[in-house]
């Protein structure tokens, strides 16, 4: 009677222990930013992360701000002081959508490598 409780209790304990384990299997990658030479674009590079990233459908003109819809998006996070370029890292649009933050929609981690190489450059409206 002892014998089959203990030989309960272990198979319990032996489905808890093999069911707990929740790996996380997709490791994103730590890219690291751009070269500095390699200069990145606003224009062409970043500005179109909003709109295949999903943040468009909220940040619109007349949405939430920051406005990140085409043509509006740098003078609306710039305005917002969402860039700080004497601590890149700090910066709002940088790090609040970052792959394992939880804003509503993410970046990938080459694109957030991406961003914050583009803050580090000085953040140019080019
Ligand atoms: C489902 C709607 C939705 C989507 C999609 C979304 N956002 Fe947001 N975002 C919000 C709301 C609502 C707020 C304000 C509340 C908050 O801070 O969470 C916000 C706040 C922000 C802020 C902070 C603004 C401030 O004033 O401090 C940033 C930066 C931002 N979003 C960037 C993004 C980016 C970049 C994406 C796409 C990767 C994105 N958001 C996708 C709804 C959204």
Redesign the pocket.
């Known amino acids: 009677m002892r014998r089959k409780f203990i030989y309960t209790i272990g198979i319990l304990a032996a489905i808890v222990f093999a069911t707990s384990c929740q790996y996380k299997f997709i490791v994103e990658p730590v890219v690291p930013p751009p070269d500095p030479g390699d200069t990145v674009y606003y224009s062409q590079e970043i500005e179109p992360?909003?709109s295949t990233?999903?943040?468009t459908?909220?940040?619109n003109t007349g949405g939430?701000?920051?406005d990140?819809s085409a043509g509006n998006s740098y003078n609306s996070?710039t305005s917002?002081g969402?860039v700080d370029v004497g601590d890149p890292v700090a910066s709002?649009?940088y790090y609040?959508?970052l792959p394992d933050g939880s804003?509503?929609?993410?970046?990938t981690s080459v694109q957030a490598a991406l961003i914050l190489g583009w803050i580090e450059q000085g953040a140019n409206d080019n």
Not at 103 to 107: D, L, N, P, Q, S
């Open positions: 992360i909003y990233q999903g943040c459908g909220c940040h939430t701000q920051p990140l996070i917002m969402l709002k649009i609040y959508p804003h509503f929609a993410k970046y």
